[in-house]
């Protein structure tokens, strides 16, 4: 079992920036990925980056790049993305997932674990 607990999401204005963070905890030896998800209301979860644990091989949605970096401290077992230049479009829940079996934390998300979520909001 891994745990997974998200903070710095919140209420924010267009053009500012957010870091998000996330630590696992439990089961964390080896982790394989970590990313983040969010969520609108009436849209599906849908990954906007992720990160593998052993080489650092990042993905990010078209939507986000250029704006958002996902990073990670292996010594912490967290994983981070800094998001800049928010929109409105990017209000959403924000969920921390991870893997310990390989996989695709997009395509096999019944092996992933996942942390509460954080809401991000961003006004006009």
């Known amino acids: 079992q891994m745990q997974l607990v998200e903070s710095g999401g919140g209420l924010v204005q267009t053009g500012d920036s957010l870091k998000l963070s996330c630590a696992a905890s439990?089961?964390?030896?080896?982790?394989?990925?970590m990313g983040w998800f969010r969520q609108a209301p009436g849209q599906e979860r849908q990954l906007i980056s992720s990160i593998n644990w052993s080489d650092g091989y990042t993905y990010y949605v078209d939507s986000v790049k250029g704006r958002c970096t996902i990073s990670r401290d292996n010594a912490k077992n967290t994983v981070y993305l800094q998001m800049n230049n928010l929109k409105p479009e990017d209000t959403a829940i924000y969920y921390c997932a991870g893997r310990i079996r390989p996989g695709s934390l997009r395509w096999n998300r019944q092996d992933n674990y996942w942390g509460q979520g954080t809401q991000v909001t961003v006004s006009s």
């Open positions: 439990g089961h964390t030896s080896p982790i394989f990925a």
